[in-house]
């Protein structure tokens, strides 16, 4: 299972309380692990990624295993930490004041 | 007895109010969605308790949630277990999906518009502004957005479709305003379901007769000195708000960026009635409920200081229909008052006496039902209000 941890606010639109754990099925990479919290809670499509391009937002941040994989490829496979499930992968809302 | 629902938006949630018909006690509930911005929350008119809410976040972007019970629980459109997978086998989940139309079938509207550079820019997608439910079928809104276009919904905000024939208007020409490129007003005539005005910030006002395939401008008799290089271009005005009385759809009451303005011909022609207004700029205007004549207006000091002339806060009424206007100030600050009241934020009820309601930047609602010989603030310490709509129960 593929843990996720949601910012607050996507917890309240998603209707759940803690992390997120999710099967993966296929290489477990960014793109994989967003198609599959958005078929769980499809609410949360268009918050993190565009609708149609999937291009991430800008305020939006991917860290896993004290990195900051906003910027990688969504296709590039995620550490071993996350696919085991020993790691979550953070989605977290970026620091931009208000 | 009657009751009042007040919906507020403000910049940290949304707010409902509850009153019974005295409107002297109220119940505040809130903040709904908390955190977030509320654009504007619209009840149905065919349904009282069909409620659409705009939730925005520069964080994750756009969310519609619907209520179909007065405001007691919400859900984005779309998003129950029988309603999450699509055909294809992937997640709907279409409610915040405002994808702007390019197809040929309507003709491949206009991609750009101006830039504050004087560019040309793509049409980008960036919140709902302002939501208008049919006046007769609860399961459709109309949705006025950022950058200015306006959606439509006949599936109660399952999914939402751009009425392009809008952009064809010239939109070239259309700009920023300071808030961004918005369609803010839908002004929908109950006599004549095919007709539908829009206004814009930077456009001007905009009209259909055709149930919104075909648009006009309709901006003849404004004048932007100091905003236009043509004081009386055909588009590129930033009007604020736009009002009519639904017993005389012809007459329409204009707040532009400077100037109050009224159309004694749907649109065909607009004439200032500022009179002795302390200031013409402004941002809402409002029509009371059972007079068609009577006009309220917050004078501003000016667009670069958004604020109250002399920090008092006065609402001007008019019972002329403009050009002679009195203030309005029991119960409002007359000193140290530096709040702004945006131009989704007053409204009238349809009680009588007429309830006049307005919420300010400062985190005010005040309310009166006197026709606005008095007031008296619901709530006092709300985030900035952006919005405030009634229902008369």
């Known amino acids: 299972m593929i843990r996720i941890i949601l910012p607050q606010h996507l917890r309240t639109l998603a209707r759940v309380n803690g992390e997120v754990a999710l099967e993966v099925n296929g290489p477990v990479t960014q793109r994989a692990v967003l198609d599959a919290l958005e078929a769980h809670y499809p609410m949360l499509r268009g918050t993190i990624r565009d609708h149609v391009t999937h291009k991430r937002r800008a305020f939006v941040r991917f860290f896993a295993c004290e990195q900051d994989l906003s910027h990688e490829s969504p296709d590039m496979p995620l550490p071993d930490a996350i696919v085991t499930g020993s790691e979550p992968f953070l989605i977290v809302g970026a620091m931009a004041g208000g | ?393």
């Open chain 2, 1 to 393: 007895m009657s009751s009042v629902r007040v919906l507020v938006g403000t910049r940290k949630g949304a707010f409902i109010l509850t009153s019974d018909g005295a409107r002297k006690r109220w119940d505040v509930q809130g903040p709904h969605f908390g955190g977030w911005e509320l654009y504007h929350l619209k009840g149905s008119p065919a349904d009282p308790n069909r409620l659409y809410a705009s939730q925005t976040s520069s964080w994750f972007g756009q969310v519609i949630q619907r209520s179909d019970d007065g405001g007691k629980t919400w859900s984005a459109p779309g998003t129950k277990p029988e309603d999450l997978m699509g055909s294809d086998g992937m997640p709907k989940g279409e409610s915040n999906m405002f994808l702007y139309d390019t197809s040929a079938e309507t003709g491949k509207p206009l991609t750009t518009h101006q830039h504050y550079d004087g560019s040309q820019r793509p049409w980008e997608f960036k919140r709902v502004w302002h939501l208008e439910p049919s006046l007769t079928d609860p399961d459709t809104v109309y949705a006025g957005v950022e950058d200015a276009a306006l959606f439509r919904s006949t599936d109660g905000g399952h999914t939402w479709h751009e009425l392009a024939g809008l952009r064809e208007v010239k939109g070239n020409l259309w700009q920023p305003g300071a808030g961004g490129m918005c369609l803010h007003t839908v002004v929908l005539d109950r006599t004549n379901p095919q007709r539908i005005y829009i206004a814009i910030s930077a456009a001007g006002a905009f009209r259909t007769d055709d149930g919104g395939k075909t648009w006009r401008a309709i901006n003849r008799g404004l004048k932007s000195q100091f905003e236009l290089p043509d004081p009386d271009a055909d588009v590129g005005h930033c009007v604020h708000n736009i009002t009519m009385h639904a017993s005389r759809p012809n007459v329409l009451f204009m707040q532009k960026h400077w100037d109050v303005l009224r159309s004694d011909d749907a649109g065909g022609s607009w004439h200032e009635i500022s009179g002795n207004l302390p200031s013409d700029f402004g941002f809402p205007i409002a029509v009371h409920a059972h007079e068609p004549n009577t006009v309220y207006v917050v004078p501003i000091k000016s667009d670069s200081e958004h604020y109250p002339p002399e920090g008092k806060l006065r609402v001007y009424r008019s019972r002329t229909g403009g050009n002679e206007w009195k203030a309005l100030t029991e119960g409002l600050p007359q000193e140290n008052c530096y709040v702004n009241i945006l131009r989704d934020a007053m409204t009238v009820d349809q009680l009588d006496p007429c309830g006049i309601y307005f919420g300010t930047t400062g985190g005010q609602v005040y309310g009166s039902i006197d026709d606005g010989d008095n007031w008296a603030p619901i709530v006092r310490d709300l985030p900035a209000v952006l919005s405030v709509e009634v229902q008369t129960l």
